[in-house]
């Protein structure tokens, strides 16, 4: 039987960060589902969920099929339980990601006891690496280098440059 952890998130630019935590995750886990979530009627994302999962996709190659990209809308318990799985990893930075992180993982559990919370200490490196800090940098076309893929770098010049 695999050990499947689901990591959701927005990740509305992909980061170093979260690429960090994935690879973190596959020390403990034999496998790691990526989950974007989405809401057709709320969203207003820079880049659509295949957007972003092609990002991962092109930073993880090495990782093979251990990780698998995919995107859901609902909540998210629901979506764990679909997916067969009971494990929800989260990034902690900062203090500051405590409050909103145990809220969630308290409601979480009281809606389905048996999933648990993993959270994940992303590296020092990535400590202040916030993906909409990242959006608004790039937006004013700040230097975003070292703190997303070269090729995210790219794609958010792109996205910028249109508007
Ligand atoms: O990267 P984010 O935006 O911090 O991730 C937040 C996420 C996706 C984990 C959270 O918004 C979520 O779980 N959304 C799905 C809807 C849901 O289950 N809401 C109840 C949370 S207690």
Redesign the pocket.
């Known amino acids: 039987m695999k050990r499947r952890a689901i990591y959701?998130?927005?990740?509305d630019p992909p980061t170093y960060g979260h690429i960090d935590i994935i690879r973190r995750s596959l020390q403990i886990f034999d496998e790691v589902v990526v989950a974007i979530?989405y809401n057709p009627q709320k969203d207003s994302f820079l880049f659509t969920p295949d957007e972003r999962l092609d990002m991962f996709r092109e930073e993880l190659t090495d990782a093979g099929d251990r990780v698998l990209y995919d995107s859901f809308h609902?909540?998210?318990?629901d979506y764990v339980d679909a997916m067969q799985a009971n494990i929800i990893i989260r990034g902690l930075r900062a203090v500051s990601d405590f409050d909103f992180e145990f809220q969630?993982a308290l409601?979480?559990r009281r809606m389905k006891p048996q999933i648990e919370t993993i959270f994940l200490m992303t590296g020092a490196a990535h400590f202040y690496t916030a993906a909409r800090l990242i959006k608004e940098i790039a937006a004013l076309d700040g230097n975003v280098d070292g703190l997303v893929p070269p090729h995210v770098v790219k794609r958010l010049k792109e996205k910028f440059a249109k508007k």
Do not use: I
């Not at 959701?8 to 990740?11: A, D, K």
């Not at 609902?74 to 318990?77: A, E, K, N, Q, R």
């Open positions: 959701p998130g927005s990740f979530v609902g909540l998210l318990v969630m409601m979480n």
